[in-house]
């Protein structure tokens, strides 16, 4: 068995472990990343946010060419889907972004672990996979393992008729009909892709609303908008089963709040009700980290757990289970480490769903501030009155600014509509610095821009938007 020792050692290669591993070596630390696929990326850049988006656009645009682009005087004649050919698309924009990680392992001399990971005590693991078996010691270790798909009770996920998000991304056809268990981010906008293809797609979801989360305006609003687009919802409804045949999977539904059962047949189930952090196989009692009550890797807020020298960044820990989120802890921990000083304000963390229109998100919604109190005034400002909207042909939504009522410093901002997850950074970054609305309204946006919308929300705080 070879040893090698190291001041840094991160496992997985997520956009969390991937990104804390290059900090912390241009920080000088002598660094390795343990990684057990055969690409670098985790979950994210494999099967999770980098193939979603691409397969998102590529569904967009065969949407755009079949149904809007004659409204623009762009006549196109019979529009068929080439699902190998978008397929392949999605698979080189993987392969692009697993390779561009592993060039920045080289480039910051990383060395690249490739096996599992097991702790053999607080500063030591093994790592095995297809050659000898390895011993690895560092000063610090960092947990970067990320997550994975949380499962329904009754119901076995096979990723051939009942599928994940990983599943849902390797179709070889488009469904007739396909029944979608949640209506979060990843189930909407899987929904969305096969829905663009040809799919008839039904959004079960246990509670009242889709995007839970979100503020309430935008998740009736987006609602509204997927119906219009064919997605139909089945809202307050439990699961009871699904069981896959040779031809299809039927379903047994029945209200959330009790009462009788029905059945539903579909040719695909998506279960998309979240995902949970993933530490199985660690071994951590070896040594003797301890998890929260809900499985997840217990951290000081700092990112050290009980164990000194072992940390934990992304979805293996609380917060929001966002790529983004995970980059910044990465980057703050290894500065950290290093005895910088680093911060992360949780509340401006930003959430997107990638849908079209897409719906963002940041800092309070109107429901909570209300539910804790807090005085505020809001702006809103929809796109059928923003010109640059008008002239794309994509109107719908709107963009709304919630500040304090007294000292006008924003408290929240949520988009829903086209570019909604670029627009929200500027909003993100005036947060940052505690901006007020005023401070949005009196910055000069380029016209004709959908960053106007942004402008005319801040200014409809004060009650003085201009184009409503």
């Known amino acids: 068995m070879s040893e090698s020792s190291y001041d840094f050692v991160v496992i997985g290669s997520g956009p969390g472990g991937y990104v804390c591993a290059i900090r912390a070596a241009q920080l000088g630390f002598k660094t390795a990343c343990i990684e057990k696929s055969p690409t670098l990326g985790g979950t994210c850049l494999n099967v999770g946010c980098i193939p979603s988006k691409a397969l998102l656009a590529a569904s967009e645009k065969f949407e755009e060419a079949g149904h809007e682009l004659g409204a623009f005087g762009v006549d196109v004649g019979s529009v068929t889907l080439n699902l190998a050919g978008m397929m392949g698309h999605k698979d080189k924009v993987v392969k692009a972004n697993t390779d561009g990680v592993a060039y920045l392992f080289k480039k910051n001399k990383i060395d690249w672990i490739k096996g599992e990971a097991a702790f053999t005590g607080p500063n030591s693991l093994s790592v095995t996979g297809e050659g000898e078996a390895q011993t690895i010691t560092a000063k610090h270790i960092v947990i970067a393992t990320g997550s994975e798909v949380t499962p329904l009770p009754g119901i076995t996920i096979d990723e051939k008729r009942i599928v994940s998000s990983t599943g849902a991304l390797k179709l070889d056809s488009v469904p ?130 009980n164990v000194p020298g072992i940390y934990a960044i992304g979805d293996a820990i609380a917060g929001p289970l966002l790529a983004h989120k995970a980059e910044d802890e990465g980057s703050v921990l290894a500065e950290i480490i290093a005895g910088q000083t680093g911060h992360i304000d949780y509340n401006l963390v930003p959430g997107v769903v990638y849908t079209w229109p897409e719906a963002a998100s940041v800092g309070q919604t109107e429901e909570q501030l209300k539910a804790a109190g807090v005085a505020y005034k809001a702006g809103k400002f929809p796109f059928s009155a923003n010109g640059r909207a008008r002239a794309i042909n994509m109107t719908d939504g709107f963009v709304k600014i919630l500040a304090d009522a007294k000292t006008d410093k924003v408290l929240g901002a949520h988009i829903i509509g086209p570019e909604a997850g670029t627009l929200i950074a500027e909003i993100v970054l005036a947060m940052e610095f505690g901006a007020s609305s005023e401070d949005i309204a009196r910055t000069c946006h380029p016209h004709p821009t959908l960053e106007e919308a942004v402008k005319e929300a801040a200014l409809g705080v004060a009650g003085r938007a201009i184009h409503i």
């Open 176 to 305: 007739k009909s396909m029944v979608v268990i949640g209506g979060g981010y990843i189930g909407l906008e899987m929904g969305t892709v096969w829905q663009r293809l040809g799919a008839d797609v039904t959004v079960v979801e246990f509670l009242d609303r889709i995007l839970p989360g979100m503020d309430g305006e935008v998740s009736k609003q987006m609602q509204r908008i997927l119906q219009k687009q064919g997605m139909k919802f089945s809202l307050s409804t439990k699961v009871g089963s699904a069981k896959a045949t040779k031809k299809n999977v039927s379903l047994t539904l029945e209200p959330a709040a009790g009462g009788a059962a029905q059945t539903m047949e579909a040719d695909i189930v998506l279960v998309a009700v979240g995902r949970r952090a993933f530490t199985g196989g660690l071994a951590l009692d070896k040594a003797g980290v301890k998890l929260d009550d809900r499985g997840r890797i217990a951290t000081d807020g700092h990112f050290a757990t």
